[in-house]
């Protein structure tokens, strides 16, 4: 009885051991999805944000486009930046608006890539865990949604991040809207843990070009213009770590904003369908380059050395486009 009672003792011992080991390493590490490419050191790829709406509010034109540039471009996958399904997310894992809204929109063969994506506000005001649901790729293949992540496409690594839990007003004053908080409460130790993931994996990465994506801007003069938390949080640690671009949506625009104090460029994507809010503030800001206040999308073209990013609008022309080189950068 006593030798059964201290195998029994050691046995705890080691599941105990076990489990701290494995939510550990769970706690400091972001999940990491290997994308393989084309193999001939190009990477492309269409940025899209805020679209989800049943084709409905010129999404499906916006979906025409996209599949034109991208099979143009021969693209690798699409990011996504969230507010993936309006107005208030997926209510479960067989909610119409999945099929609706991703699958019956973007048809065209040249989107039957990996789509992946982050959450924003939008969708955590739905079931949060099913639209994180594993189960609907077995719906749609392409859909990859994770709160952080990264995808690792060789000469680029992108990091994505779940920005919403860093927005302290949706939890003090969420007005009239109910949010699904849940694994992200505290928010506070969430969004620490996020950032200490984000940066051990930047002071990692040996990519070519390290890009960051999230839901809410840093830099904007949208809407909802520059977040200031952002700003005071994610700014320093994606100049330290050499970001080249940090992408979002939220704003229902398409913008161009250079970084003052570094090479990074902040783009913003958010024009799937939502768009012409008609406010903008400090377009004379500048740093700022573009900015269209209407539907549309982004493409970036890598090469190993140089960038190329494309803006569209809703009748696919091209309406912003920029170029760097990797040489110029690291002479600058
Ligand atoms: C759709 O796009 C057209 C062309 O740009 C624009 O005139 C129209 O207002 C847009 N519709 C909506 C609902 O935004
Ligand atoms: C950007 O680079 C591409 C490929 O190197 C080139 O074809 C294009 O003309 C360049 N665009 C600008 C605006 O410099
Ligand atoms: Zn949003």
Redesign the pocket.
Known sequence: MAKFYKNSMVLCFWVVIVFVISSASAFTRLKKFDHLTKGDGTLNFLVIGDWGRRGAFNQSLVADQMAKVGEKLNIDFVLSTGDNFYDNGLTGIHDSNFVESFTNVYTAQSLQKKWYSVLGNHDYRGNVKAQLSPYLRKIDSRWVCLRSFIVNAEIAEIFMVDTTPFMEYYFSEPKDHTYDWRGVIPPKAYSANVLKQLEKALSESTAKWKIVLGHHAIRSVGHHGDTQVLVDRFLPMLRAYDVDFYMNGHDHCLEHISDTESPMQFLVSGAGSKAWRGDLKGLNRKDVHFFHDGQGFMSVQLTPT?A?IKYYDVSGSVIH???RSKLLHSAI
């Open positions: 140089e190329e486009r920029w170029n």
